[in-house]
């Protein structure tokens, strides 16, 4: 075949010469909702590092004469039950919620690809056990198990990272195993290691880089989920304790006030806004984690 | 054997041998999962920062070192950790997981009386789940790329990224507080009703629950069927169907749904945790008497003994939902038993 054959086999708009990074990249810039998430993403991000200077409230300092205002011009989330503005609250919880997702989602990936390299290069018992453990790791519900561990390790944003990435590596792991199970078998795998490649070489300049869009696409989802179960564990009362606010703590102050207040009426704001923010971004989240699968995915062909 | 078996061709005689054999192996299979989880659960105790004596009575100002130490002697915390781990699993395996620090009795007691509970919601959620999930997923893959089809997407999305916990209040605020259509948790009411108005009370008290659970699963599992369906939509012995002239309808619910219908099983299977795990949550939302809330009130005055039982018999439950529905696999693919599949 000669080189003008091949360019033509090239689909459209994908010139030759480029990296799987840079070719990806470009797929993943027509991904319609992939570049919604991104906006929405970063919309929540400059939210929550500067929402709060954007109004002229602080998130700690009652106000006695403004218990349970819905939301209006001057208070656009309206106020908690000691007169603070649930707007700064919300966005200074959003700081601590990122954090946690974004570290918690990380550091459960790191620990996944680890023991999934290790798994997948071990002596065959080795990597069946390791195995094993993974499948009773999966087996248990998470929620449960996230509860009994907070209530053990206690609450705290360093704890809930801990505990999210002690008992979230799993998928992780199996996905970096079978990736480089599969890739071992490849043939240029095996000519690099005729040709005395030392392991090193082969795991830092083959598996690594075949295997990183699986990685970065897992912990992409990764922080949605890190960020629903901080909330989760947070709404229980186990994450993060007050005064620290994050969206789950939030939701669980306002927990009290669900049924009606003592100055009648039902709070619904106190509800609504945080479990809302935790909805967008997740939103956000998945909407990157899906264009970031289909670019990476070479056999994804986008139209137009 | 008795009669029947002489009448049955020897194929699927051979092939119920077969499918004990299978149900038996992957019975077996469950035990070293359960072991490793009651190691795992050991040493979560045991990694456990602090004192556990701390933790069940460190709230006692009363107490001296000296009665700390009976007590570490009473609870057998002097000796060493491997000794402990086999004298605790010999006590949970005949079903003795200590005594409840906020009840004041058996744990095995409290538990047993939630136990039907999860089980009656997890059940309801999963066949309510497949029956709304299936012909959602079907549509869209029958009709890709629809209004109906978008209108899925964008649900599932919603579904994904819903806290589900988040869901279960809304649902209350809107329903309960609100339009007061639906009560806000529990699961029976306070008057004493009896007959058709207790079937009543039961099922306005289910709906909310089940319906968020439903929902959470739902968004779940669609994309799963709506995928499998456009495979097999696609594969040969289809189109084989289609082209001895078989009615449209009998090629989609014979040929096309059914064997779409095999992956769905096993999605349903790793699902498991996913559900028992939802369920927890929203029985803690909705003040729904099963483990979930127990496991939750457990945590919350720290009965270390209680929680450990809940988060062991959740455990289980989860394990023995996968089997049922690995053995349901194997029933309806044949390829498995034979050993062809995993």
Redesign the interface.
């Known amino acids: 075949m000669k080189q003008d054959d091949l360019a033509e086999l090239q689909p459209k708009g994908e010139r030759e010469g480029y990296s799987l990074w840079r070719l990806s990249m470009q797929r993943f810039r027509r991904h319609k909702l992939a570049l919604v998430g991104l906006v929405l993403m970063a919309a929540i991000t400059f939210l929550a590092i500067s929402g709060p200077g954007l109004r002229p409230f602080r998130s700690d300092k009652p106000d006695y004469k403004k218990l349970f205002k819905p939301p209006d011009w001057a208070h656009w989330f309206g106020t908690d039950e000691l007169g603070r503005d649930l707007f700064v609250r919300v966005m200074e919880g959003g700081r601590v919620s990122l954090l946690v997702g974004v570290a918690g989602a990380s550091s459960s990936a790191f620990l996944g690809v680890l023991i999934g390299s290790v798994s997948a290069l071990a002596p065959a018992k080795v990597d069946s056990l390791i195995m094993?453990?993974t499948?009773?790791?999966?087996?248990?519900?998470?929620?449960?198990?996230l509860?009994?561990?907070a209530?053990?390790?206690?609450g705290g944003i360093l704890n809930i990272v801990l505990i999210l990435a002690l008992f979230g590596w799993m998928g992780t792991a199996r996905l970096v195993r079978g990736n480089i199970l599969s890739l071992r078998e490849m043939d240029y795998i095996q000519v690099a290691q005729m040709m005395g490649a030392s392991p090193w070489r082969v795991i830092w300049h083959h598996f690594i880089p075949n295997t990183m869009s699986t990685i970065v696409v897992s912990t992409t989802f990764r922080v949605?989920g890190a960020i629903?179960y901080e909330?989760?564990l947070s709404?229980?009362?186990?994450g993060i304790q007050p005064p620290t606010p994050s969206w789950g703590n939030l939701?669980q102050r306002s927990?009290s006030y669900?049924?009606?207040t003592a100055f009648g009426g039902?709070p619904?704001w106190l509800?609504?806004f945080?479990?809302l923010f935790?909805?967008l971004t997740?939103?956000a989240?998945?909407?990157i984690g899906d264009g970031l699968r289909d670019a990476f995915d070479p056999k994804m062909v986008l139209r137009g | 054997m008795g009669k029947p078996a002489t009448e049955l061709p020897e194929r699927v005689r051979k092939g119920k041998g077969m499918l004990r054999s299978y149900v038996t192996r992957r019975l077996l299979e469950i035990i070293p999962v359960l072991m490793l989880l009651t190691v795992l659960l050991f040493t979560l105790i045991e990694l456990a920062p602090g004192d556990p004596l701390l933790l069940m009575f460190g709230n006692n100002p009363n107490a001296t070192p000296e009665e700390m130490a009976t007590l570490s002697k009473y609870y057998g915390l002097d000796q060493p950790v491997p000794v402990r781990y086999v004298k605790w699993l010999s006590k949970v395996l005949r079903g003795d997981f200590g005594s409840s620090r906020a009840y004041h009795m058996p744990v095995m007691s409290i538990v047993k009386q939630k136990i039907p509970q999860t089980v009656l919601l997890t059940t309801l959620a999963l066949i309510l789940s497949i029956l709304v999930a299936l012909p959602i997923g079907v549509y869209s893959a029958l009709k890709p790329y629809s209004i109906g089809d978008y209108v899925q997407t964008f649900l599932v999305y919603l579904g994904r990224s819903m806290p589900g916990f988040w869901f279960g209040l809304m649902t209350i605020i809107i329903f309960a507080v609100k339009l007061r259509w639906l009560p806000a948790g529990g699961m029976t009411g306070m008057e004493d009703v009896r007959g058709w108005g207790a079937f009543v009370d039961g099922l306005k008290h289910l709906t909310l629950p089940l319906a968020v659970l439903t929902f959470l699963q739902v968004t779940g599992w669609v994309r799963y069927i709506r995928s499998s369906m456009l495979d097999t939509i696609n594969a040969d012995y289809v189109r084989t169907a289609r082209a001895k002239g078989l009615k449209e309808r009998t090629v989609i619910y014979k040929h096309a749904l059914r064997n779409a219908l095999i992956p769905v099983i096993t999605l349903v299977a790793l699902d498991m945790p996913g559900l028992l795990g939802g369920t927890v949550i929203v029985e803690t939302v909705f003040s729904w008497p099963g483990m979930g809330r127990l496991l939750y009130d457990a945590i919350m005055n720290k009965d270390v003994n209680l929680a450990m039982a809940c988060l062991l018999l959740l455990g289980l439950l989860t394990v023995s939902g996968s089997l049922l529905a690995d053995i349901a696999y194997a029933v309806v693919d044949p390829r498995v038993r034979y050993g062809q599949g995993k």
Do not use: E, H, Q
């Not at chain 1, 499948?135 to 198990?145: F, G, K, N, Q, S």
């Not at chain 1, 209530?151 to 206690?154: D, W």
């Not at chain 1, 709404?235 to 186990?238: Q, R």
């Open positions: 094993r453990f499948d009773v790791m999966m087996a248990i519900p998470t929620i449960p198990l509860m009994i561990a209530l053990f390790f206690g949605a629903i909330s989760s709404y229980l009362g186990l939701l927990m669900m049924f009606g039902v619904w509800v609504f945080p479990g935790i909805l997740a939103l989240v998945n909407f």
